[in-house]
Structures are given as C-alpha cells and as structure tokens.
C-alpha cells in the first residue's frame, strides 16, 4: 500500500513508540575499550593524538581499568609498550613482558572485567614491523612462516599471564591455525580468539602508532595488510580465519569499511567484531573541538552504524563516554 494509506511518520513522533521498533540497539557490554601500558610506575603519559588516553603503567592502568568497569564497559583490550625492542620482539612473549605484568595486576584485582590482549609483534621489533624481517640482497621482505612461531608464543604467553581473549593483529597468512595449536597444546583449549580478519592498510592508524610507538622504521605495511580496494578478500581472509578456528572475526577500521561489516556478518553469521580506529575517533574529536561537531551524538550514531551495518562488538577509544551515556 501507498501514501496515504501508508504514512512512515505514524511511527517517528511518539517517543516510546519510536524506541519500540528501533533496529539497531547499543549496549554497554558490545563496547572493548583499547589500553596501552608500559613499564614504570605512577606513569600517565597523555598521548596528545587521541584525547583523554595514555600510556599507563601497571599501577595506574589498574585504576584506570577499575574506573571503566564502574560506568560499565565490559572488556578491555591491552597494548603493551616494551622497554627495550630487539629484532626477535622478545619481550612480546617473555612471561615478564610488559603485557603479562599487566593481566596478572588486572587478574589480582577481579575486576569485573574480560581483559582481551592484542597479539602482535610490531611494538616490540627494533624496525616496527608485525613479522620477522628478512634481508636478501637490497631486498627486505617479511617472512610470514618464521614468524608464526614467535606470535604463537606470544598468544600462550598471554594466556599464562590470565588473558580472558587473544587478539592476534598481524595478518600473518596462517596465524589463527598456529596460534590455536599452540594454546591446546599447552591446554588452553577453551581459550577462545578473536582475529583481525580482515584488517586494511590504513590511513586511519595514525594516533595509535604514536600511541603504541609502533610506526614501522622503513617502508609500510602493505605486503600483509589488505588493499582498502577489496571487498570478496576479506571474505576469504574471514573464511580461512573460521576454518583455522577463529571464534570472533574483526573488521578493522570500522567507520569506512561499514560494507565489508555487512557482507561478513551476512555470509558467516559468526560474531563479528569492528575496530572503531584511532583516527576514526580522531576526526571526531578534533571536528567536536572546533565546535563542528556534537562529540556525543556523532559517536553514538557512527558506533549505532556499525551496530547495524551487523558488528556484534565494537572496539572503541570512546567506550567509557559511550557506556556512560548509555546507563539507564
Ligand atoms: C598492530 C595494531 C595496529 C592497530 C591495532 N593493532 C596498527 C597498525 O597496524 O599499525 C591500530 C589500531 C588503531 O588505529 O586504533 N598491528
């Protein structure tokens, strides 16, 4: 039926009766909050690039996970900042490894909190890059297979340390089957993960390298991250990150690949998380300080975007504002 027997409006002006066929609905516990912790203690360096962040040390970090877990966010996602990086990422994988430090502090407290960890080698290779680099000749190239051993290490290393969730970033060809492996074999069989499935070569990473020291020394991080171009790839790196036993697949960055959530979510029906990325949330923020922008009311509809372009869980850098907005 047609206008006038059919009106959309009918449903819009009532408040509750708009609220009641809502579609897509945000709630605290679909929110990851992103931390960086480094060695120290009363640390709380501001990282000028995303506003309100920091680089923590343990003691502190504990607090500040404390304090999300009070306006309600659920998870926290940890990034370590070594203190010394070698061509190895030795401290990645060391049980006194800045980021095992951390869960056990985080452990000890029982936060009502799951502590998920980001599994990666970037921050803790000398030259920033997410594999072992091999030189051959003038050519530098990233040997994918030598470098599942250490990021297998690292994910049970994680695991030891009490991580709840490992989240291997590094898109390595072959890395979810490793990483799997690796932690049924030392028994943390029902230890589940959460791959970066499909993660793009980005712009939009930006603050984070700042924030996690991360920046590769030379050259980029093309020859393993996607071509933002392709779509059907990341359905394959989805497809494979399933058989090899990835339990939630992530789409990363969220805001400009909103499509790419969609086709995911809709030919594997799997939970599908979405990386809201540093400089996503940097665009908002700098746009909300020259007063272009309301900061709360274009976050909540970017992340009620990604809600329901099909993301089951939203990693944030605006999960504590956005729980809070959101309590009852
Ligand atoms: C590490 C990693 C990156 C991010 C998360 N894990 C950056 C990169 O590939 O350089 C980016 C997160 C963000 O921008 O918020 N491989």
Redo the contacts with the bound molecule.
Sequence with gaps: MAYPQTRLRRLRSHPILRAMVREARLNPDQLIL?LFVRHGRHVREPIASLPGHHQFSVDRLVREAAEAARVGVRAVLL?GIPAKKDARASESYAPSGIVQQALRALKDRRLPLAVIT?V?L??YMSHGH?GMVRRQGQRVTIDNDASLDLLARTAVSHAKAGAELVAP???MDGRVGAIRQALDQAGFTHLPIMS?AA?Y??S??????E??E???RFGD?TGY?MDPANAHEALREVALDLEEGADIVMV??ALAYLDVIYRVKRRFGCPVAA???????AMVKAAAAKGWLDETKASMEILLAMRRAGADLI?T?GAKEAAKFLQP
């Design positions: 992103p990034f980001d990666c970037c921050g997410c970033s590094d898109m970066y993660k070569a980005s939009f990473y930006g603050p984070f390298r924030a996690a991360s920046a590769p991080r991250q990363k960055p990386y809201h990325v540093s400089g996503e949330h990693i850098y």
